[in-house]
């Protein structure tokens, strides 16, 4: 008799076990997961990395940066849909409202850019995707880990100068052209940087962030107590 390969099953043929593999009745559920899809490639995605391993005993972190050409808000809403619908696909019925998916998006200064970012977070949120917005670039969330500010700025590179100033002032090094660092010398300020963050937002200020409702989101899942950490 002559071999067959055997055929693929499609996600619809799929057994129901979630995408960490097979769950037997009664064991704990697997981490909670939240997706976070950057417009850039380097500065976000490097301080993400630095908070998914402070999390990583109560929720998954999958972090997406942006590809060559991939940044703009509607690339950015297109890629994070299709990762909530993969998402969406794998998971169990009691799994529903623990995982959640996050589109990185800069306002900037341009009229048309601003625009497009809140028409697509328009799109975003009805598709289910969160948006988290920055007026006018991510860089000031890692300013309000530095110091409790709002002001206007007249575009992204004058926050990137900003930060540099103020990181040589803290730590007695430099931040280079890109205003890459080591974020891990600033995580663990992240709370506060997120109170100032909310505040800003809040009173509509000239430079604010909504990248602190992310770390809202993840602190959700903080458990409770030491029992409450998956084994």
């Not at 950015?76 to 996050?102: G, K, M, N, Y």
């Not at 409790?148 to 002032?169: M, P, T």
Request: hydrophobic content about 30%; proline content about 6%; charged content about 35%.
């Amino acid at each position: 008799m002559a071999w067959e390969r055997p055929r693929k099953r499609s996600r619809k043929d799929r057994s129901p076990t979630n995408r960490y593999g097979r769950r037997p009745v009664g064991t704990r559920l697997p981490l909670p997961v939240v997706v976070i899809v950057c417009d850039d490639s380097a500065t976000a995605p490097a301080y993400l990395e630095h908070l998914k391993r402070e999390v990583r005993q109560f929720v998954t972190l999958r972090i997406y940066p942006a590809s060559c050409g991939e940044g703009s808000p509607a690339r950015v809403v297109d890629r994070a849909i299709r990762h909530h619908d993969d998402l969406s696909l794998d998971q169990q019925p009691d799994e529903t409202s623990r995982d959640c998916v996050w589109a990185l998006i800069d306002l900037e200064h341009e009229d048309h850019r601003r625009r497009q970012a809140k028409h697509e977070k328009q799109r975003a949120e009805e598709k289910g995707v969160r948006v988290a917005l920055s007026d006018p670039c991510y860089e000031v969330w890692t300013l309000l880990h530095l110091e409790d500010a709002g002001s206007a700025f007249a575009n992204c590179a004058q926050v990137i100068e900003r930060v540099r100033y103020l990181w040589r002032r803290q730590f007695g090094e430099p931040v280079d052209r890109k205003a890459r660092i080591d974020y891990g010398r600033i995580i663990s300020m992240r709370h506060e940087a997120a109170a100032r963050a909310r505040k800003h937002h809040r009173a509509d200020d000239p430079s604010w962030t909504e990248v602190y409702q992310i770390l809202e989101n993840i602190e959700e899942h903080r458990p409770k107590s030491p029992s409450d950490v998956p084994s």
